[in-house]
């Protein structure tokens, strides 16, 4: 699967949009990338995840670059809850993939009010 | 519906003791993941099953760790002995379709002191 790269941390204003990157230079044809969050001291909650298109579901946004090389989630409206630690994951789709995620440092998120 | 459930939700034993870790996925997910977060690292797969049979096994660290899943519904993660490095919090985690949306129970923190 193909690496990740994540800024490890941003800042965001309550009632703002928090704009997440990511960088996957390396992802190949069959991949998806899958957005994670991990509140403090929960498990791991599933955001979104795309392949080539833009998507959006009422948690968030994923904006794929045409090369699909990079990605921008993208929290419309962040509140104090949304403070969590990011992941941006990489996953093949192959046959021989079991559905495994790699997780990475991510990108802790702090939105202040 | 009920969400993935871990039991217990913290457990501390002494070092050469044995703990069993337990999973409920979501009834009808065929596929259980686990994963662990040891201090200060990032979150690692250990193991997939889907439904009773085990389809990859690479994150398992050594033999000391064992995990099954009886009847293709609830798992068990056993570690004997424990040694100190096994502290950290253990995630499982159910999805219907093998690369979809994975959802996480709440993790179970070990400590081995």
Known sequence: DAKTTQPPSMDCAEGRAANLPCNHSTISGNEYVYWYRQIHSQGP???IHGLKNNETNEMASLIITEDRKSSTLIL???TL???AVYYCIVCSVGSSNTGKLIFGQGTTLQVKP | EAGVT???SHS???KGQT???R???ISGHDNLYWYRRVMGK???FLLHFVKESKQDESGMPNNRFLAERTGGTYSTLKVQPAELEDSGVYFCASSQVRVSEAFFGQGTRLTVV
């Open chain 2, 19 to 21: 703990v069993t870790l």
């Open chain 2, 12 to 14: 501390v034993i002494e």
């Open chain 1, 45 to 47: 909650q599933y955001i």
């Open chain 1, 81 to 83: 809850r949304d403070t």
């Open chain 2, 42 to 44: 990032e979150i690692k």
């Open chain 1, 76 to 78: 419309p409206h962040a």
């Open chain 2, 6 to 8: 871990q039991f217990p």
């Open chain 2, 23 to 25: 999973c409920d996925p």
